[in-house]
């Protein structure tokens, strides 16, 4: 399973952007999809992920408020909105997912990583 993410970019403090993240492959089923991001000299951190259970997200603190994550089931997508942008949010955002991929005759758990996007915020 391959995931793209998408819509990073270069915004001005007090923008919004809004990533996307696309699953493609033998897909059985996805049962949770993520975001992450690493800050330059830091850490990766989760930011938020959402389950196919439909239980509510749970935001890092540090985007509480600010950032809203969704999906499309159809589409095997989530998406990333990100509001009232700071330049502490500046990093490369990342998604992963987890499920089931059809191989051969078999439904083999699968958790993926897709390649980073780049979000500059300037101050």
């Known amino acids: 399973v391959q995931l793209q993410a998408s819509g990073g970019g270069l915004v001005q403090a007090g923008g919004s952007l809004r990533l996307s993240c696309a699953a493609s492959g033998s897909i059985f089923s996805i049962s949770s999809m993520g975001w992450y991001r690493q800050a330059p000299g830091k850490e990766q951190r989760e930011l938020v992920a959402?389950?196919?259970?439909?239980?509510?997200?749970i935001y890092a603190d540090s985007v509480k408020g600010r950032f809203t994550i969704s999906g499309d089931n159809g589409k095997n997508t989530v998406y990333l909105q990100m509001n009232s942008l700071k330049a502490e949010d500046t990093a490369v955002y990342s998604c992963n997912a987890a499920g089931l991929e059809v191989v051969g005759t078999k439904r083999i758990i699968f958790r993926s990583w897709g390649r980073g996007t780049l979000v500059t915020v300037s101050s």
């Open positions: 959402i389950s196919a259970n439909a239980s509510s997200p």
